[in-house]
C-alpha cells in the first residue's frame, strides 16, 4: 500500500492540475463561441463576393484560370495539445513535400517539416487568438505579386463542430459551373480596375475566413482535449480517494494492533 502521506500530495496535485484545466477550459468555451460566430457570418457572406467576381467580364477572369503558378497553404495549430488536429494534416503535407511554393501556417507545421526534412518556400504563425483581419497581410502580399493565380490549393482541417475536423484540399478559387450570366454594370471603372478591386477583396475575405476556421479548429481541439483531461482527473481524484481511505484504514488497523498486543505483553508480565 502506498505511503498515505505520497497519497495526499498526489491529490493535491491532481487538484491543482484540475483547476487549472477547468480555468482553461472556460477561457477556450468563450473564445469559441466568438470565432464561431464570427466564422459563421463571414460563411454567409462569401456567397456574395463569389457572385461578384463570377458575374464580371470572364474573359478577364480566364486570363487568371490559365496561370501555371501553383501556391499550396497547409494550416496547421500554432502550439499545445490538439489531439489528431495536426496529425490529420500529415498525409496532405507528405503527399506536397515536393512543391516548389508551399506556404506553411502554424508553429506545429514548421516542426514537423523540420523533423521531415521537408523544404517550403514561406512559414506564418497562426494565430494565438481570435484573428484580426492583418494576419492575412503577407500571403495576400504573395498572392498578389503572383497576380493571384487560380491554381491555389487550400489544405486546412475543415471545421463542422467541436469533436468533428475534416482535413481536405480545398481550390482556393471554387469551380463553378457556368451558371451565372456576365453583369454589365454601369460605371466609372473600367473592367479591369473594376476586375482588380473585386478579386482583392475576394481573397483578402477568403483568406480571412481560413484563418478564423484554422483557429476556431485549433480551439475546438483544444477544448475537447481540456474536456477529456478534466473527466480523466475527476476519475483519477475518485480513485486516489478510495486509496487513501484504504491507507488510512490499514495505517488504524495497524496502530490498533501494536497497541493490542503492547497491552497484552504488558498484561501477561504484570501476570508473572
Not at 467576381?53 to 497553404?73: A, G, M, R, Y
Request: charged share 25%.
Amino acid at each position: 500500500m502506498a505511503d498515505l502521506v505520497l497519497l495526499k500530495q498526489r491529490l493535491v496535485n491532481i487538484e491543482s492540475v484540475n483547476e487549472i484545466t477547468e480555468a482553461m477550459q472556460i477561457i477556450n468555451t468563450i473564445m469559441i463561441g466568438r470565432s464561431q460566430k464570427l466564422m459563421n457570418y463571414r460563411k454567409k457572406i462569401q456567397p456574395y463576393f463569389d457572385r461578384l467576381l463570377f458575374t464580371i467580364d470572364q474573359d478577364i477572369v480566364s486570363k487568371h484560370k490559365t496561370s501555371k503558378k501553383e501556391w499550396i497553404i497547409i494550416f496547421f495549430s500554432e502550439k499545445g495539445f490538439v489531439s489528431s488536429f495536426n496529425q490529420q494534416l500529415m498525409p496532405y503535407l507528405i503527399k506536397h513535400k515536393h512543391h516548389q511554393n508551399l506556404i506553411i501556417v502554424g508553429d506545429k507545421g514548421r516542426l514537423f517539416c523540420e523533423k521531415l526534412g521537408i523544404k517550403y518556400k514561406y512559414f506564418f504563425n497562426a494565430p494565438k487568438k481570435i484573428p484580426h483581419e492583418s494576419i492575412i497581410e503577407p500571403i495576400y502580399d504573395i498572392l498578389k505579386a503572383d497576380g493571384f493565380p487560380w491554381n491555389t490549393k487550400i489544405i486546412i482541417n475543415k471545421y463542422s463542430n467541436m469533436f468533428k475536423q475534416q482535413p481536405g484540399e480545398i481550390d482556393f478559387f471554387p469551380q463553378f459551373e457556368n451558371v451565372y450570366k456576365t453583369a454589365n454594370t454601369n460605371t466609372d471603372l473600367d473592367k479591369i480596375t473594376l476586375y482588380e478591386a473585386i478579386i482583392s477583396k475576394f481573397v483578402r475575405d477568403r483568406l480571412y475566413y481560413f484563418f478564423i476556421q484554422n483557429f476556431t479548429g485549433e480551439t475546438a481541439s483544444k477544448l475537447l482535449m481540456m474536456k477529456n483531461a478534466v473527466e480523466n482527473s475527476e476519475k483519477l481524484k475518485e480513485t486516489l480517494a478510495k486509496e487513501i481511505y484504504k491507507a488510512r484504514q490499514t495505517k488504524i488497523t495497524q496502530e490498533l494492533s501494536e497497541v493490542i498486543s503492547s497491552y497484552k505483553v504488558l498484561q501477561s508480565r504484570e501476570e508473572k
